[in-house]
């Protein structure tokens, strides 16, 4: 009787002990994400509706900060003021106001810089994860890495547009290990071109349909033939902004340049109004007060009278004025938060064009080309000199006009060398040449 | 410990005579999320898709531990009509949680990391007496005075700019050896950003004071006095932007060019005029009530009601201050520690008046 109880006693005891033996402490369980997707996942085995989900995500965040950027590249080009009632620095360090320099740790600086690498890490998973996946087939796997390529050099070429001599970093694939930062922009721009040909390359090999879709903005231009059409035509851009203008010649024939064809023809980002999208930055209602986009007085008063392109503008009820700086003329690109907007389109297509035989003597193919622009904006033929300088300035005097706030009068004036011509309308303001790179990369 | 209970305790006039102490540690969790390092959705045309999350994850994220010694000690004379107390702390925050910028071309903007250590310093002395007490009129008074300086004492990750809106406007700056609460920013002639002011006050003192005249009539009113501690000004250089600020037109040292014009000008240049000294001495709360006698009460309700009490208070009444805004105590960031006092345009603390009655059954 005694052993018995004895046994009860003890029995349990030394079976508590070896269990907590046997669990040791209690430990938290590593528990992924419960809330969204990790970056992991898709690194393995990703099926199709992985990547594709990678590859919609890729062209949404294309638009972030899309508004700074172009306040950015407008402003400093003197395309538009920037005015707001919360952000004096639109209009003082853009403008270079007195002493006013770019800074390194301001929204206009790091926004748009963290947006397209943020993509460009997108894409770098986007590549990974179709390189280490059984599920998708040889010609499926080309098809992404086109895009992805096609993608992740533009956006490069987005950033290196504004830091210019200052420099992108490309190889930013390992997060521990930034790559070097590439300060010399024919370097930069040569390595952008390369990952444009590899991309194409990818797109030759395709087959004839994607395995994902894209958005209205790439219709025509969805499938392998069409997507390679729009990579050669940022091709042929980067060609003149590294002077290959014959290599951009032969690029433009494998584009959807169309001589004949509509100037709008393109790729464009797209918005809408649907939960989760997002709506055009660029676009603020007439007469607003506020937060508004000023058309540089110049545009107008420069302009040949009856331009149709100066419907790009729309005179105000009222003049807009701010630090200074006055404007009767609301950018008017836009009527609606949900109008798209080019990425990539036949005008510059056929501007390039112009450039490019100009730059190769060929001025009379050149004259052609620039009288279609004029044509197409109501403007009677060219009638001035046919040699190649007076027909440099027509060409970008078009492309002032035809690509107005659409990116380009800024980096057409850094790339002619012509910052010095853009107006000064402060005493004291400058016109800057780049942006700084941001604090956060830490060089 | 109330040395005054002790035997050996003689002096009558000290009644207590209070030495304490006290440690405590506690845990803070990192933001949930920290860890993973995810994707977020990101539509376009009617399709879902993902991008890469902002945030970085860090695998290794772990509690911050928070370490806190006080002693103080407390004195009470003449039946407790003069108290006074007096405390020092010392807190440390180690594996400091903080959210840092990152390279942001490796695709991420931010990551939350096990900083470093912070430290906080302070004291608080509080003297509440009884200057006068008569059955028709008594006077209680709480008076106080506190202290709190940081030092990031430790910082593990580059030093980085936290809150507000960049150098060429005035931002905190996170750095090693230097207060948490520092403001830097661009210097006319100065490389880099330097220095520019503090939002940690000088010190800070409280005045409640406390009427009660005849039992039935009581009136009180707490003064808060904020002595030093900058904030970062953008409301005035947006109304000098819009050509409204008071002072607008004025030329206050008579140099030709006026006040508004000389801020405008240093905008790009220095973020100097941005960082202002924000003291105050601000009425906070004022009040007066009326008991009705309780004999009253009873000829009239009988023992239904028990307590009838009419009065009327304000807060926040007036305010003395030579900061240029609409109200010093501001903070466009909310109130979560690390950057507080950026003034851009804000609503002020509203000015409230009350009307109290109540009746007690």
Redesign the interface.
């Known amino acids: 009787m005694k052993t018995y109880i004895k046994q009860l006693k003890y029995k349990p005891l030394i079976g508590l002990v070896a269990i907590g033996l046997m669990l040791s402490s209690c430990g938290i369980e590593d528990i ?2 419960p ?6 996942s898709v690194l393995e085995n990703a099926t199709v509706d992985d990547l ?10 294309m ?1 972030n900060s899309l508004g700074t950027y172009y306040d950015n590249v407008g402003v400093v080009g003197r395309e538009h003021y920037r005015f707001s ?2 952000e ?2 639109f209009t ?2 853009l403008l ?6 770019l ?1 390194n ?3 206009y600086t ?1 926004n748009p ?2 947006a397209r ?6 894409t ?2 986007l590549i990974a994860s179709v390189n280490n996946t059984e599920l998708v087939s040889e010609e499926q796997r080309q098809a992404y890495l086109g895009f992805a390529k096609t993608i992740k050099a533009y956006q490069l070429l987005l950033n290196l547009t504004m830091t210019n001599e200052n420099g ?2 490309f190889d ?1 694939d390992d ?1 521990n290990n ?1 790559g070097p930062v590439v300060a010399d922009p024919q370097e930069a721009l040569t390595q952008i071109a390369a990952m444009l040909d590899e991309a194409a390359a990818h797109l030759q090999d395709a087959g004839s349909t994607f395995p994902f ?5 790439f219709e025509g231009y969805n499938t392998p033939e069409g997507f390679r059409m729009f990579n050669r035509a940022l091709a042929a851009r980067v060609a003149v902004y590294r002077e290959n203008y014959a290599e951009a010649l032969t690029l433009l024939e494998e584009s959807f340049l169309d001589l004949d064809g509509s100037f709008t023809e393109g790729v464009y980002y ?1 918005f ?1 109004t ?5 709506l055009n930055p660029l676009y603020y209602a007439a007469n607003a007060t506020g937060e508004v986009r000023i058309a540089h007085p110049g545009f107008v008063a420069d302009a040949t009278p009856g331009d149709t392109r100066l419907t790009k503008v729309s005179k105000r009820d009222a003049p807009a004025t ?2 200074n700086l006055t404007g009767e003329y609301d950018v008017a690109l836009y009527t609606t938060n949900t109008d798209p907007v080019p990425i990539i389109r036949n005008e510059e297509l056929i501007l390039i064009y112009a450039e490019a035989k100009i730059q190769t003597g060929d001025l009379q193919e050149a004259e052609e080309a620039l009288n279609i622009i004029r044509e197409g904006s109501g403007l009677p033929p060219y009638a001035s000199a046919v040699t190649q300088e007076a027909l440099i300035d027509e060409m970008l005097r078009q492309r002032r006009y035809s690509l107005y706030f659409e990116g380009h009068r800024w980096v057409d004036m850094r790339r002619y060398n012509r910052l010095d011509q853009l107006p000064i309308d402060r005493t004291g303001d400058d016109v800057w040449v780049s942006f700084p790179i ?5 060089i | 410990m109330n040395l005054a209970n002790f035997d050996f305790w003689s002096l009558e006039a000290l009644n207590l005579f209070k030495l304490r102490a006290a440690y405590g540690e506690s845990g803070g969790f990192p933001p949930f ?1 920290s ?20 945030q ?2 860090n695998e290794n994220i772990k509690q911050e531990r928070q370490k806190e010694l006080e002693a103080g000690i407390d004195i009470a004379l003449f039946q407790n009509k003069v108290v006074f107390e007096a405390t020092a702390y010392n807190k440390t925050v180690s594996d400091l949680i903080l959210i840092q ?9 931010t990551q939350v990391v096990n900083g470093g250590e912070l430290r906080n310093r302070g004291i608080e002395l509080a003297l509440s007496t009884t200057p006068f007490e008569t059955p028709s009129f008594k006077w209680d008074s709480r008076t106080s005075y506190w202290i709190n300086r940081s030092e990031i004492t430790e910082l593990n990750v ?1 030093a980085f ?1 936290l809150g507000a ?5 005035g ?1 905190f700056f996170i750095e090693e050896g230097k207060s948490a609460t520092q403001i830097v920013g ?1 210097k ?1 002639g100065e490389e880099g950003p330097v220095k520019l002011g503090d939002a940690t006050p000088d010190f800070q003192m409280n005045f409640h004071n406390f009427f009660t005249i005849k039992q039935n009539l009581t009136f009180s009113f707490l003064l808060h006095w904020k002595q030093g501690g900058d904030n970062i000004n953008l409301t005035q ?2 109304t000098d ?2 050509g409204t600020s008071f002072d607008y037109d004025d030329d206050e040292d008579g140099d030709g060019t006026t006040n508004a014009a000389e801020r ?2 240093q ?3 220095s973020a100097e005029p941005f960082v202002q000294d924000a003291s105050y001495l601000r009425l906070r709360e004022i009040g007066m009530y009326y008991s009705l006698p309780v004999p009253l009460l009873q000829t009239a309700f009988g023992n239904t009601v028990r307590q009838i009490r009419i009065g009327v208070s304000g807060n926040n009444l007036f305010t003395f201050t030579g900061y240029d805004s609409y109200d010093p105590e501001v903070s466009n960031f909310g109130g979560n520690g690390l950057s507080t006092g950026v003034d ?2 804000p609503f002020p603390n509203s000015r409230r008046y009350f009307f109290h009655f109540s009746i007690g059954f």
Not at chain 1, 35 to 40: D, G, K, L, R, S
Not at chain 1, 96 to 101: F, H, K
Not at chain 1, 117 to 122: A, G, M, S
Not at chain 2, 165 to 169: I, K, M, N, P, Q
């Open positions: 992924p994400d809330n969204n997707p990790t970056i992991e594709n989900n990678l590859v919609v995500g890729t062209e949404s965040g638009r009632g919360a004096p620095r003082s360090d270079g106001a007195g002493s006013a320099t800074d740790s301001t929204f790091s810089w963290g690498y943020r993509v460009v890490k997108n770098n998973i992108i970093r930013v997060i930034l879709s894209l958005s209205q903005g797209v809408s649907s939960p989760g999208d997002q701010q630090s941001p604090i956060s990369e830490e | 999320g860890k993973y390092t995810s994707f977020s959705p990101f539509n376009i045309g009617g399709n879902p898709g993902l991008i890469v999350a902002l970085r994850g910028n990152v390279p942001a071309s490796s695709g991420f903007t580059p700019p809106f960049g150098s060429t406007l931002t661009i006319e250089l947006l932007l819009g405008i000008n905008l790009g240049v851009v345009t």
